[in-house]
């Protein structure tokens, strides 16, 4: 319900003239359909944030365990009996970022304790936004650093220290 001043009426007369500062309740119209239904998508998209960062997560742990694997089984594949690395600093350096990868990815999967007032929707709204933008701070670096890792493994495979 919205509510506005008293207009005087054209041909005012003492007794139906409200004072100035009457305020008169003016009937609003409910939501419609389309606009329940986008309140609600929205409301659910904040809430989902955390679990579409989750899932991120986890596929990022599975690449990150399988591609040093992979490429630690090609290069023992390739080298036979005599498996030695042409570039050890480079190849250590791509194991050593892989690493720091996955426990920035494992870390955006713990959970963290926080106060919420159930009673104020800003609050809980604060809550899902932060655990997205905290769980999003993790990944976007052990993303990059994944990528890294691999860009360095290609790079030592090809190159001689």
């Known amino acids: ?17 409200p004072p100035a500062s009457v305020i008169v309740a003016e009937a609003t119209q409910p939501l419609d359909k389309i606009d329940e239904v986008l309140r609600e998508s929205f409301a659910k998209d904040i ?5 579409r960062l989750d899932e991120l997560a986890k596929q990022l742990i599975t690449l990150q365990i399988a591609i040093p ?20 600093p480079l190849t250590v ?13 494992l870390g955006s999967l713990v959970p963290i304790r926080r106060d919420v007032d159930t009673d104020s929707l800003t609050s809980i709204q604060n809550y899902f936004t932060q655990s997205a933008r905290r769980k999003l701070c993790f990944l976007i670096p052990a993303g990059l650093l994944t990528f890294a890792g691999i860009a360095l493994a290609v790079w030592a495979t090809f190159t001689q220290p």
């Open 1 to 17: 319900m919205r509510c506005r001043r008293a207009k005087p009426m054209n041909n005012p007369t003492p007794s139906s003239t």
């Open 47 to 51: 809430a989902e944030q955390a679990s």
């Open 69 to 88: 694997s992979i490429y630690a089984a090609l290069l023992k594949l390739v080298s036979g009996e005599k498996a030695t690395l042409s570039n050890v």
């Open 93 to 105: 350096a791509a194991f050593a970022l892989w690493l720091v990868a996955l426990s920035l990815t």
